[in-house]
């Protein structure tokens, strides 16, 4: 079925004005002279809009070395000319069309983005984690821990900040030495472990990439045996040997830093920055802290300690509410994993970690006020 009209024909090797006959035809359009010649037959695909005054369509044939035009004024037929070719245009179709793509692909790109961040990264992060070499997590371990002691030292005390440095406090730092020796022997991680006592009032330990171990002053007052300490800080080693928290860093910061340990060149980024926050502000999934349990119940019946006296504290603090990534996460978790602990640990014969003296010495290890 045809559509047809009049129009006006320049055939471009002349100037003459033909009043011609536009039809439409199922595959292209037909210029018919006054005397039913053919003028032009020109495929939709092969039309092309030209420059023309808002009430007349102007077209043009796509690539042809000749000039020729046709000029369409009646309305309802440069309509039907608009409906038949792509190429033509004045209702803005194509356009809507580009820009519902160009949304749709945006969209998806988003989605794509979104998924790699939620889904992809934790999973490489994963999967690369055990890939990193010691002397890298090492590497990463210092970087990251100048923020996170830029960010405990709220008071800028500077050396001052640590515990065990002070003359009436060497004692105390050799006790918690001698804890750490027996737990560190016993672990064997291959990696050196850097542990150190802070003044922060939380009731807390942290582990960050590296080996390097932090013990708040808090968590010591709350202590009431070298056991329930010790029980802590082995918890806080296992994390040490599962790589929990390389692979939380690797996972917060991102391909920017994953890319940055392969080149060497992260120390100081804004990765390490945001690498740093996380470790202070995100608790552990359920099932890693089950691990971290399990190893400290192992290591401390490895050094004789008695290992339930991990679930003696955590019930102790539960509820305690403490920045950093935190020991306890809810009452019903804490119960959960005392009996895990308290399955886990059975009844065995333990031996004393420290004596009295010693573990007096420890409980004040934090005894000079930081200036």
């Known amino acids: 079925m045809t559509t047809s009209g009049q129009?006006?024909?320049?055939?471009?090797?002349?100037?003459?004005?033909?009043?011609?006959?536009?039809?439409?035809?199922?595959?292209?359009?037909?210029?018919?002279?006054?005397?039913?010649?053919?003028?032009?037959?020109?495929?939709?695909?092969?039309?092309e809009t030209l420059s023309a005054p808002d009430d007349v369509l102007r077209l043009g044939k796509a690539g042809s070395p000749l000039l020729a035009r046709l000029e369409?004024?009646?309305?309802?037929?440069?309509?039907?000319?608009?409906?038949?070719?792509?190429?033509?245009?004045?209702?803005?179709?194509?356009?809507?069309?580009?820009?519902?793509?160009?949304?749709?692909?945006?969209?998806?790109a988003t989605a794509s983005l979104l998924l790699v961040a939620l889904i992809g990264v934790p999973r490489i992060a994963t999967q690369l984690t055990p890939l990193v070499p010691y002397a890298l997590e090492r590497k990463l371990g210092t970087a990251v821990d100048t923020q996170v002691r830029t960010s405990l030292d709220t008071r800028h005390a500077g050396a001052a900040f640590e515990c065990g440095n002070a003359e009436t406090e060497r004692?105390?730092?050799?006790?918690?030495?001698?804890?750490?020796?027996?737990?560190?022997?016993?672990?064997?991680?291959?990696?050196?472990?850097?542990?150190?006592?802070?003044?922060?009032?939380?009731?807390?330990?942290?582990?960050?990439?590296?080996?390097h171990v932090y013990v708040f002053q808090g968590l010591i007052d709350k202590a009431a045996t070298p056991d329930e300490l010790a029980g802590v800080i082995a918890h806080e080693l296992g994390h040490a040997a599962h790589r929990d928290g390389t692979r939380t860093v690797l996972q917060a910061a991102g391909l920017s830093l994953m890319f940055?340990?392969?080149?060497?060149?992260?120390?100081?980024?804004?990765?390490?920055?945001?690498?740093?926050?996380?470790?202070?502000?995100?608790?552990?999934?359920?099932?890693?802290?089950?691990?971290?349990?399990?190893?400290?119940?192992?290591?401390?019946?490895?050094?004789?300690?008695?290992?339930?006296?991990?679930?003696?504290?955590?019930?102790?603090?539960?509820?305690?509410?403490?920045?950093?990534?935190?020991?306890?996460?809810?009452?019903?978790?804490?119960?959960?994993?005392?009996?895990f602990i308290e399955a886990m640990a059975g009844s065995r014969p333990t031996t004393p970690l420290l004596d009295q003296r010693e573990w007096a010495a420890l409980k004040s290890i934090c005894s000079e006020r930081a200036r």
Do not use: C
């Not at 820009?99 to 692909?105: D, G, I, N, S």
């Not at 027996?182 to 990439?209: C, F, Q």
């Not at 992260?266 to 995100?282: D, S």
């Open 72 to 108: 369409i004024r009646d309305p309802q037929l440069a309509a039907a000319i608009d409906e038949r070719s792509l190429p033509v245009d004045r209702s803005g179709r194509s356009e809507r069309r580009m820009r519902a793509k160009v949304v749709a692909w945006s969209l998806a």
């Open 171 to 211: 004692s105390g730092r050799a006790a918690f030495d001698k804890l750490m020796g027996r737990l560190e022997t016993a672990a064997a991680l291959p990696i050196p472990l850097d542990t150190r006592v802070v003044r922060s009032p939380d009731t807390n330990a942290i582990t960050l990439p590296g080996g």
């Open 7 to 47: 129009g006006i024909f320049f055939d471009g090797a002349t100037t003459a004005r033909h009043d011609v006959t536009a039809e439409l035809t199922p595959q292209l359009l037909r210029v018919l002279g006054s005397d039913g010649s053919v003028l032009a037959e020109w495929p939709y695909d092969q039309l």
């Open 260 to 339: 940055g340990m392969f080149l060497g060149d992260f120390v100081g980024g804004g990765a390490v920055v945001f690498a740093a926050k996380t470790i202070l502000q995100t608790s552990y999934t359920r099932d890693v802290e089950t691990a971290a349990d399990a190893y400290g119940v192992a290591l401390m019946t490895r050094i004789g300690g008695d290992p339930r006296a991990l679930g003696t504290i955590l019930l102790r603090i539960a509820g305690t509410t403490h920045p950093g990534p935190k020991l306890l996460l809810d009452h019903p978790e804490t119960r959960d994993r005392v009996a």
